[in-house]
């Protein structure tokens, strides 16, 4: 597994004819506007989606939970998008909200509208954007609500029997015993949602293309477009260097602070 890394390390230090060491691979990367955009991209994408993903996750867990009659019924519909490929899922929602897609036909049928509205293209970038959102919502959502819904029900019943004869609101239970004991579940699915956010690729380059450029897209880009390796490499060492810090972080501070809350 090192030995990739390792060659996509030198690749980096490597001149295009390979004669000796050099940094101009990390000073075109750094000089170009395009890698900045694509990393204020990849952040804004990452911070937008992972909040929105976690809460519903944690809703439809506690949903759910509940065991109500039927629920295992909801259990397999939350997790349909479990089954798709993110390029399956770039599809649908590309069917659903291109202007010939499904949404448009539906709102001009019923006069709503008199003419498609337009969410892909560069002027209407602000509507790519929260359409990926959408489409990154609904595809990678379950991966955390499996996550949850396990760690909820490893809770043992005790401790909500305990908190009723002291009179705990359904609010105090969920504060003082759910979410605590939830802390667990909760770094994993933190950790592996923002490590795979890092590396979104597929409904991002086929709703927006370069229209929105993230660091897995312009690794892509370099690669198979301008065929220039070292850079490519680069990109892609980048995107390892920051998945490592956030795995380090999320490791370091979340288990500082679950051995705080029970010291």
């Known amino acids: ?39 204020k991209n990849t952040l804004l994408l990452t911070g937008v989606i992972i909040p929105l993903q976690v809460l519903l996750a944690l809703l439809l867990a506690l949903f759910v939970n509940s065991k109500f009659r039927g629920y295992m019924i909801v259990i397999y519909l939350i997790t349909i998008p479990l089954a798709l490929s993110d390029v399956s899922a770039a599809l649908m929602s590309y069917n659903i909200f291109s202007p010939q897609g499904y949404l448009n036909k539906v709102l001009l049928n019923l006069g709503l509208i008199h003419e498609p509205i337009y969410f892909f293209g560069f002027n209407v970038k602000s509507r790519e954007f929260w ?12 991966l955390v609500f499996v996550i949850l819904l396990a760690g909820l029900q490893m809770i043992g019943k005790e401790y909500f029997e305990a908190a009723d004869v002291f009179g705990f609101s359904r ?15 909760l770094q994993s699915a933190l950790l592996l949602r923002t490590l795979f956010a890092f590396q979104i690729f597929g409904v991002v380059w086929l709703l927006a293309g370069r229209d929105i450029p993230i660091l897995a897209g312009e690794t892509f880009y370099q ?38 809350s029970e010291s």
């Open 1 to 39: 597994m090192a030995y990739p890394l390792v060659q996509a390390l030198i690749l980096t230090f490597t001149s295009e004819g390979g004669a000796g060491l050099t940094l101009a691979n990390w000073h075109s990367v750094f000089s170009d506007p395009m890698f900045w955009e694509a990393l």
């Open 131 to 142: 359409i990926i959102v959408l489409t990154e919502v609904w595809r990678a959502t379950p």
């Open 171 to 185: 609010l105090q239970k969920f504060f003082y015993i759910t979410l605590p004991l939830l802390k667990t579940s």
């Open 223 to 260: 690669q198979t477009e301008l065929q220039d390796y070292n850079v490519a490499a680069v990109y892609g060492v980048i995107i390892a260097i920051i998945s490592v810090i956030i795995s380090w972080f999320y490791l370091t501070f979340l288990k500082g602070a679950k051995e705080l």
